[in-house]
């Protein structure tokens, strides 16, 4: 069967987004995809598959590009996204949503970038985030120093280099000398608040790059301030495990039925939350 292929539109200088339109009854609610790379590779191609399943469940899913850090420095990528939200506003008609049914989802680096939507002003900010092995914020640390052939592509050494909430090393998205409110400004843990978006986030217990420490202290901090948020975590998987088919299927059941009661049916779930609370309530 030949996969569904996008419609390809520029919103912003040379950038594009890639719309995937529902393949079953209209949800009228849109979901952008921010791809992963650690801010320096990655593209929109990257989430395509996810977009694919996403509209399948009735969403019209976005895959944005963005800048990579080598074409410019940081905060360029999270100005892409947030021009990317607008364009999707400013075009709900077209697209055949309600601009008020827009929903940021990111996937490692793209999370922290989807994540950092939620502390917009009110009036941009998405109606929910979705959120796979995010990078949540930063603490100060230099460049390692990398071996190997200089000509190949050369990771920095694993395990990173995590304070013990899970904070990835500052080296990752800024040049050394960074100040400690440039990463605090940059870091979704640090920016939370009693009215961020309804927050769903995906993790594995063994990934190697973010350790899933980082998800819980984000999820216990979301639920502290009162957010309506979710955790999910699947054992013995690594970073990226939602590309494994039977983990997309999981990991896209639960993000339907998340964003069915924090946004498409948000009235028919409270109601049926009072309908089936504890204790029980006896039927007439």
Same mark, same amino acid.
């Given at each position: 069967m030949t996969a569904p292929q996008p419609e390809t539109v520029v919103y912003a200088r040379d950038l594009a987004l890639d719309i995937f339109r529902p393949s079953t009854e209209n949800r009228h609610c849109a979901v952008l995809l921010l791809h992963g790379g650690g801010w320096r590779g990655g593209a929109k191609e990257f989430?395509?598959?996810?977009? @694919?399943?996403?509209?399948?469940?009735?969403?019209?899913?976005?895959?944005?590009?963005?800048?990579?850090?080598?074409?410019?420095?940081?905060?360029?990528?999270?100005?892409?996204? @947030?021009?990317?939200?607008?364009? !999707?506003?400013?075009?709900?008609?077209?697209?055949?949503?309600?601009?008020?049914?827009?929903?940021?989802?990111?996937?490692?680096?793209?999370?922290?970038?989807?994540?950092?939507?939620?502390?917009?002003?009110?009036?941009?900010?998405?109606?929910?985030?979705v959120a796979y092995y995010p990078a949540i914020g930063f603490h100060p640390s230099a460049m390692p120093e990398l071996t190997g052939d200089p000509d190949a592509p050369r990771l920095p050494p694993l395990p990173l280099d995590l304070d013990e909430i899970g904070r990835v090393p500052s080296w990752m998205l800024f040049p050394t000398g960074a100040t400690e409110a440039e990463l605090s400004a940059a870091s979704p843990i640090d920016l939370l608040h009693k009215d961020f978006p309804?927050?769903? !986030?995906?993790?594995?217990?063994?990934?190697?790059?973010?350790?899933?420490?980082?998800? @819980?202290?984000?999820?216990?901090?979301?639920?502290?301030?009162? @957010?309506s948020a979710e955790l999910h975590v699947y054992a013995d998987r690594n970073h990226g495990f939602d590309r494994a088919p039977s983990m997309a299927r999981a990991t896209v059941a639960a993000t339907t039925s998340f964003l069915e009661r924090m946004v498409t049916h948000r009235e028919d779930s409270a109601a049926e939350t009072l309908q089936h609370g504890f204790p029980p309530v006896p039927q007439p």
């Open positions: 989430v395509h598959e996810q977009a @694919v399943a996403l509209a399948a469940q009735g969403f019209t899913a976005i895959a944005v590009q963005y800048r990579l850090l080598g074409v410019a420095p940081w905060p360029a990528q999270l100005d892409d996204a @947030v021009a990317a939200c607008a364009w !999707v506003r400013d075009n709900a008609d077209t697209l055949d949503i309600d601009p008020a049914r827009l929903v940021v989802q990111g996937h490692s680096a793209g999370a922290q970038m989807a994540l950092l939507t939620g502390a917009l002003d009110p009036d941009v900010r998405p109606a929910a985030i309804p927050t769903i !986030v995906f993790h594995a217990t063994a990934d190697v790059l973010f350790d899933v420490r980082s998800s @819980v202290a984000l999820h216990q901090r979301l639920t502290a301030l009162g @957010v």
